[in-house]
């Protein structure tokens, strides 16, 4: 886990956060990402993805031409593991920590991912790897 949240970043509505996500799983899973399979994925409708994208292109994080495939841009991509990766780190602590099910942390996760300050992200991170430590040191209980 990376602890470099609170480095400058786009400001981005969680709605794009969750675009940007989207892609990036596509692009991951998939190796493409196109306007209709990220509506489907996130089960909006075409035109509320051409809207997205547009807002998303104006900040330099895809291109897009129409009828073609959505590509992450470097920047774009960094932002989108960056939100993959707070994602992940939220849904660790609730699952690990809280003991949560995965299905109820996945929930949690995509709403706290959007809400958490950057550093109060960065102490999560820290406490998970001193959590971790103390595992690999002790052995789980």
């Not at 886990?1 to 981005?12: A, G, N």
């Not at 994925?41 to 994080?61: F, N, Q, Y």
């Not at 590509?71 to 609730?94: D, M, N, P, W, Y």
């Amino acid at each position: 886990m990376k602890t470099d949240f609170t480095r400058k970043r786009p400001e981005l509505t969680s709605s794009l956060e969750d675009y940007l996500e989207a892609i990036y799983h596509l692009q991951t899973h998939n190796q493409r990402a196109r306007v209709k399979e990220i509506a489907r994925a996130m089960d909006v409708k075409m035109p509320s993805v051409t809207g997205a994208l547009r807002a998303l292109v104006e900040k330099g994080l895809v291109r897009h031409d129409p009828y073609h495939e959505v590509q992450l841009t470097q920047k774009g991509l960094e932002c989108a593991e960056s939100v993959v990766e707070k994602h992940t780190t939220i849904k660790t602590f609730l699952v690990n920590i809280l003991g949560l099910t995965d299905s109820e942390a996945e929930g949690e996760a995509c709403r706290l991912e959007h809400a958490i300050k950057p550093e109060t992200l960065d102490k999560l991170v820290d406490f998970l790897k001193r959590a971790k430590d103390l595992e690999d040191l002790f052995g789980r209980a």
